[in-house]
């Protein structure tokens, strides 16, 4: 239990698929469970399959920590859920390098593989509260569910998760020499889309879904945004037509990485994704 008999557990708060939820952006926190019959490799789940809890607290709220779409490199539960099923899905990692912490994320296929399992595999469970951070640390602290690398006692479980996470890692990044890194670092700053403090605490948003890979260069055109994304080129061209207000026909959908078209892009193809999500 959570150690308050005024507030329902986590084992309480209404809970589903993550589509059965039409989420908002009131703050508040969530867990995630492992559906009876699935399995985690290597992870023995907590009271009734609990698996993470976390907290919305920026602007987007609950509608904004979606982790059951793209962007492994910006979240921790998606960055141990690929570690643990990296060989079982057949996942590909991509090194993103960090001035401050190097970190990886995914290929848009294997993001999209990992969508997918998510969905059929985990259920969330959601409560709205305006104390978020405090709530969140009084259930880490006391349930210490095995994804959550932080704000608890670390068991043997949860540093096997760690070591596979930072597996991951060390191989990404042996694929780059130092000079090759600070090349490609330099790469990205030139080409990641500028971005404000709003955008930057949003979860799917265009420069949360990092451009930092070895592709990100040929990132230029529709139909490149369209696979990183994994969404349907054709039905990306159309959304494109339909959302942008400087469409002329014809259009050949190739502007330079980090132009002010290529960020509209970018945008609807993140919009586009969180409807899938």
């Not at 609990?50 to 539960?77: K, M, Q, V, W």
């Not at 694929?175 to 930057?200: I, N, V, W, Y």
């Not at 002010?260 to 945008?267: H, L, R, S």
């Amino acid at each position: 239990m959570t150690g308050s008999s005024s507030r329902p557990s986590p084992f309480q708060w209404p809970r589903g698929p993550r589509s059965s939820f039409s989420l908002g952006r009131e703050t508040g926190v969530y867990a995630l469970f492992l559906r009876s019959g699935s399995r985690l490799p290597g992870v023995q789940p907590g009271e009734e399959g609990l698996l993470y809890i976390g907290r919305a607290t920026s602007a987007a709220g609950l509608e904004g920590r979606c982790h059951f779409c793209g962007n492994t490199a910006g979240h921790s539960p998606r960055r141990s859920l690929a570690a643990l099923l990296i060989k079982q899905l057949d996942l590909v990692p991509v090194f993103v390098p960090k001035k401050k912490s190097d970190t990886w994320r995914l290929e848009s296929k294997s993001e999209a593989t990992l969508n997918k399992w998510m969905h059929n595999n985990l259920d969330l469970a959601i409560e709205i509260c305006s104390d978020p951070i405090d709530r969140e640390a009084q259930l880490v602290g006391s349930l210490a569910p095995p994804l959550n690398l932080k704000q608890c006692g670390q068991s043997p479980q949860h540093c096997m998760i760690s070591r596979a996470r930072e597996n991951v890692l060390a191989e990404v990044r042996r694929a780059f020499s130092g000079a090759k890194r600070d090349e490609l670092l330099r790469h990205t700053s030139r080409h990641m889309p500028s971005r404000s403090s709003k955008q930057r605490n949003r979860d799917c948003g265009p420069a949360d879904i990092l451009l930092a890979g070895p592709d990100a260069a040929t990132m230029d055109t529709a139909e490149a945004i369209a696979a990183y994304y994994a969404l349907n080129p054709k039905s990306f061209r159309q959304r494109l037509r339909d959302s942008i207000n400087w469409y002329r026909k014809p259009q050949n959908w190739t502007f330079p990485s980090g132009s002010k078209e290529w960020q509209d892009m970018i945008t609807v193809a993140e919009e586009m994704t969180k409807r899938r999500c």
